[in-house]
């Protein structure tokens, strides 16, 4: 499958885990995003390819809504709840372990990474699919959970219409938010 990454400036094919990749409509609006909120450089879209066997993929219908460890160990025990209780007790404690050491001022993020990528690796996930609620709202997204070196097989670059209408969805759906 063939998926995008929006980004600013020269990235290197590296990708850090559990980095999310999308439909181009969604690596557009990320990019918008970005240009939003203040970021400066050169608005890129990556086209690169996954190979995912069958199994490999968790596919949940519900974005997680944030880029934090916390979120996603919530979305994933929300996700095992009717499904499997040993694995929904894996994710709830992930996530009750998390929100202390964030209460208690520790570096959470990083260790949940960890924990999160090692309950996912034990089980045989590589990828979560869900439904994204915020870029390219309705598109599907898949955060890797592994960092990840790939092969771009394609570069462009978003037109300034494409980046126009794009802030224009995002700024909409951020007043609908506040």
């Known amino acids: 499958m063939y998926l995008y990454h929006g980004t600013l400036g020269a990235k290197k094919h590296r990708f850090e885990a559990f980095c999310h990749f999308g439909t181009r ?3 557009v609006e990320r990019i918008a995003r970005r240009l939003i909120d203040g970021h400066q450089g ?15 993929v968790l596919k949940i219908e519900d974005d997680w809504g ?23 007790s894996i994710f709830e404690e992930i996530r009750c372990d998390l929100v202390a050491a964030k209460v208690a001022g520790q570096e959470f993020r990083q260790k949940g990474w960890e924990q999160l990528s090692k ?27 592994e960092p ?12 300034h219409q494409e980046l126009e209408e794009a802030k224009a969805v995002a700024r909409s759906s951020m007043g609908n938010a506040i």
């Open 25 to 27: 409509a969604a690596a």
């Open 42 to 56: 050169d608005p890129v879209i990556l086209k690169l390819r996954f190979k995912f066997d069958e199994g490999q």
């Open 66 to 88: 944030s880029n934090q460890p916390i979120a996603a160990a919530r979305a994933l025990k929300d996700y095992f709840k009717e499904k499997d209780s040993e694995k929904y």
């Open 119 to 145: 309950a996912l690796q034990k089980i045989g996930i590589c990828a979560i699919g869900y439904r994204n609620m915020v870029e390219d709202a309705g598109g599907y997204s898949y955060c890797v959970v």
């Open 148 to 159: 990840t070196r790939r092969i771009c097989v394609g570069t462009s670059r978003p037109t």
